[in-house]
């Protein structure tokens, strides 16, 4: 029994941190756990990656990351792009060619040729992604590509139109599926960026790369990438997030700060100064 096995390990008097990666309610039941202990943790959790498309990005750039990052590994990576946030003067332009690269983009075993979409890992996947789909259609989202599935190979799905009271909008889907998220101009898009418990990785997209670089301060996430995909990852480089995403550093330096304890240690070489 997994729970049984790892509430074992962290009780242990020899474990003295634990790092954890995986969901936010399992992270939440570790931390409790290790707290009873005074144990230190390290939880990357869940994730909802938003990718912003200002009005003078690159719409073809932005189009090769957005699909890259949403249905790499058919989108079951913590930093996969779940939301795609696009200012509404280049919104139906860009939701035209993502959903043309998204249905292009073939299903299948991936031995037999360039199948980019594999299997996602159980049928539970498929009919989270599948319910999904039906909340968001039901309450007036479009598929512009893909759809629902019977069997655990999914085909890259694009639902355009995803707004606040759709469990798209929230839900980590972990899946082939990504929402279009339309937004007035810049502040609104960082405002739906920040519309969310989760805070691991994000993107925007933008010409101006000191306006990229304002706009990336102020998304509530561990990690922010300007003109690159929400999916990347460096060995050298402090990965974690904020939020319900987790707390703590891995990565470079940061790993080790973050698995040793900083101690102080002084020698004297002249005899004391004393009171009494």
């Not at 280049?90 to 299903?107: I, M, N, P, Y």
């Not at 996947?125 to 479009?142: C, P, R, Y």
């Not at 279009?180 to 739906?192: F, K, M, N, Q």
Request: some cysteine; overall charge negative; hydrophobic content about 45%.
């Amino acid at each position: 029994d997994a729970a049984e096995i790892v509430g074992a390990l962290i009780d242990h008097q020899a474990v003295r941190r634990i790092n954890f990666t995986g969901s936010t309610q399992v992270g939440r039941i570790i931390a409790r756990r290790a707290a009873e202990h005074l144990k230190p943790c390290l939880l990357e959790l869940g994730g909802k990656a938003p990718l912003i498309v200002l009005e003078d990005a690159d719409l073809d750039e932005a189009v090769n990351a957005a699909a890259f990052g949403a249905f790499m590994n058919q989108g079951q990576i913590c930093m996969s792009t779940e939301r795609i946030i696009v200012v509404d003067a280049v919104a139906d332009a860009f939701a035209e060619k993502f959903a043309a690269k998204a249905r292009g983009l073939a299903c299948g075993d991936p031995r037999e040729g360039k199948t980019p979409l594999g299997a996602v890992v159980d049928q539970r996947t498929v009919s989270h992604v599948n319910a999904l789909i039906d909340d968001a259609l039901a309450k007036g989202a479009k598929a512009l590509a893909g759809g629902k599935s019977e069997g655990v190979l999914m085909c890259a799905t694009v639902i355009d139109g995803v707004t606040a009271e759709m469990n798209l909008y929230r839900d980590e889907s972990f899946g082939p599926i990504v929402g279009i998220l339309r937004a007035r101009d810049e502040a609104d898009a960082i405002r739906l960026a920040n519309d969310s418990e989760y805070g691991l990785s994000a993107a925007v997209f933008t010409k101006d790369t000191a306006r990229g670089l304002r706009v990336a301060r102020q998304i509530r996430s561990g990690i922010c990438h300007v003109n690159g995909p929400t999916v990347h990852d460096e060995p050298q480089m402090p990965f974690g997030g904020v939020g319900a995403s987790g707390y703590g550093r891995f990565g470079g330096k940061a790993g080790i700060d973050s698995f040793t304890e900083l101690r102080w240690i002084t020698i004297e070489t002249e005899p004391g100064h004393f009171p009494f």
